[in-house]
């Protein structure tokens, strides 16, 4: 039966001359009563559920936001500029949580909408201490990794002056050796000229020209 709002409810009684539903029964009032309360209760179904979409809505972006921080931490590293970095969005997390439990208390009436966003915002308040923990775990390892960084400059200043000194020490057994081989070049060239100088019974006269070390001509 097609339902118009605004019928009165004689214009849906039966005719008068039928003795059995001469007049309106209670059966035409529970009708309009029922669809009346039909309509409320459906307005007030679409109102709870524009406000669990909303508030669903709202819970997704603050994952997505807590994913992404926890990602560009893992990015940075465990450096102390990223912790701080990182602590700041946290606290803009958790300020934004506590705006959405605020809006979801004003915003949910339903018992059933309730227990949904009940075991969503668990779900976001597990994953905020989760990165809380793991905030924590970094700025301990930040603090150890700082203290063993400041023990061993001490080392790594020695070792420098260690390395200086080794490569001092390397300069000089290289010149000592570019030394040692251009005393020997000058010895063997001068056995190898002499070698070449003919024993002559009478006045020898011989006449070196600057030559290159494998073709020395003697006259």
């Known amino acids: ?6 019928t009165s409810a004689s214009s849906l009684s039966p005719a008068a001359g039928d003795d059995d539903d001469g007049e309106p029964g209670s059966g035409d009032e529970d009708v309009l009563t029922s ?9 007030a179904y679409s109102r709870e559920k524009r406000a669990h979409e909303y508030t ?10 807590e994913s992404a921080l926890t990602k560009q931490l893992a990015r940075l590293g465990g450096t102390v500029e990223g912790i701080e970095c990182a602590l700041m969005k946290l606290e803009d997390l958790e300020s934004a949580q506590v705006v959405l439990e605020g809006r979801y208390d004003a915003a949910v009436t339903g ?14 308040q597990r994953q905020c201490q989760l990165h809380t923990d793991r905030l924590h ?3 301990a390892a930040a603090s150890r990794w700082k203290s063993q960084y400041q023990q061993a400059l001490p080392e790594l200043a020695c070792s420098n002056l ?6 001092g020490e390397l ?6 050796a570019v030394l040692l081989l251009n005393r020997q070049y000058v010895q063997l060239e001068t056995m190898s000229k002499a070698s070449q ?7 020898l006269k011989v006449e070196t020209k600057a030559r290159s070390f494998s073709n020395v001509e003697i006259i």
Do not use: N
């Open 1 to 6: 039966m097609d339902f118009e709002w605004g």
């Open 35 to 43: 669809l009346g309360a039909s309509y409320r209760a459906w307005r």
């Open 56 to 65: 669903k809505t709202r819970l997704v972006e603050l994952i997505k936001r």
């Open 111 to 124: 018992q059933a909408a309730r227990e949904d966003l009940a075991l969503e915002l668990e779900t976001v």
């Open 137 to 139: 775990e970094a700025e």
């Open 162 to 167: 260690e390395k200086e000194r080794l490569t």
């Open 171 to 176: 300069r000089k057994v290289k010149k000592t």
């Open 197 to 203: 100088i003919p024993r002559l019974t009478g006045h």
